[in-house]
């Protein structure tokens, strides 16, 4: 039996805010040809120039993956392509009317259940598979990441998140197979820590993010007031609530998985791995990954 390329069956629309740049976007995937592998296109610049989803594109991965191409830049690209790259896609255009993908709820499920709904077909082409044949390693000391790829039949990832953190500890998650996907880990949301929301609020980063769209970890259980008050100024959300508890998880937001974070992690990798540009057969093995 043949293992052929396929794409989306027909055109699906979303819209939601960036999670970095605050801006509305309406985005909508749409069928592409054979061999046309992830592109996306910035319809609200001049001539609609197309991105291709391609590691050699990636010019940044501060909390997230932006690639440029001819001047022109998509941010935070890993949670959709995730989402395409576990539906079976091979070939699909992703249209975007601003510089940011919508964050939705931090999860790939919200993408994950419209491609479900347009429904998913055979392209007349088969599938050209970037097969693991011998261990790779890669390691930043300074980082303390380390990835492995090891031989298998199928595509699957193991990943261990230790960040010394009391709030998150040491967490692991894995993905047997492509398909457990959408149950065990599209509905993973993104995660943050309480002490990183100043940095990343002066440094004009998570102007889109609320208590929907992310999970805050807390790491100290003498936080007071006046920090509570700066950080609702910062966020420029001054009448937002928060209920602090300890350490643990800000406004005591229920976790889809005891290990939602780490599972977290393993979607960002499927998306971030998708800038492959080819469907892989392999074992991720991952500690202490991020987008860099």
């Known amino acids: ?25 309406v985005l909508s995937i749409l069928p592409a040809p054979v061999n046309h592998g992830y ?17 050699s594109r990636v010019t940044e991965t501060q909390r997230g993956t932006t690639l440029e191409q001819n001047g022109t830049k998509i941010h935070t690209t890993e949670h959709v392509l995730a989402a395409i790259y576990a539906s079976g896609i091979d070939n699909a255009i992703i249209q975007v009317d601003g510089p940011e993908i919508p964050i939705m ?21 088969e599938r050209d598979y ?36 009391p709030a998150l500890g040491t967490q692991h998650a894995s993905m047997l197979k492509l398909t457990d996907f959408k149950e065990e880990i599209s509905p993973c949301r993104t995660f943050v820590f309480l002490r990183e929301l100043e940095y990343l ?18 790491e100290r259980d003498d936080i007071s007031d006046e920090e509570i008050n700066k950080l609702r100024k910062l966020l420029g959300k001054e009448d937002l609530e ?8 800000l406004n005591t937001t229920k976790l889809k998985f005891t290990n939602e974070p780490a599972r977290h992690k393993l979607l960002d990798i499927v998306g971030d791995l998708a800038l492959v540009g080819r469907r892989i057969k392999g074992h991720i093995l991952s500690a202490r990954p991020g987008h860099y």
């Open 201 to 218: 609020a002066t440094n004009g980063l998570i102007k889109g993010g609320d208590l929907n769209n992310a999970i805050v970890l807390v």
């Open 39 to 55: 592109k996306f296109q910035r319809i609200d610049v001049e001539g609609q120039p197309m991105i291709d989803a391609d590691v």
């Open 242 to 249: 928060i209920k602090l508890d300890g350490i643990g998880v």
């Open 130 to 165: 970037f097969v693991i044949k011998e261990t790779i390693k890669f390691e930043i000391e300074e980082r303390e990441i380390e990835f492995l790829a090891v031989p298998d039949e199928n595509y699957r990832v193991t990943v261990m998140v230790d960040y010394r953190s």
């Open 105 to 125: 709820d931090g999860s790939s499920k919200l993408f994950i259940e419209a491609i479900e709904k347009a429904g998913v077909e055979d392209q007349d082409a």
């Open 1 to 25: 039996m043949t293992d052929n390329q396929k794409t989306i069956k027909s055109s699906v629309t979303l819209e939601g805010i960036g999670l970095h740049t605050g801006e509305k976007t």
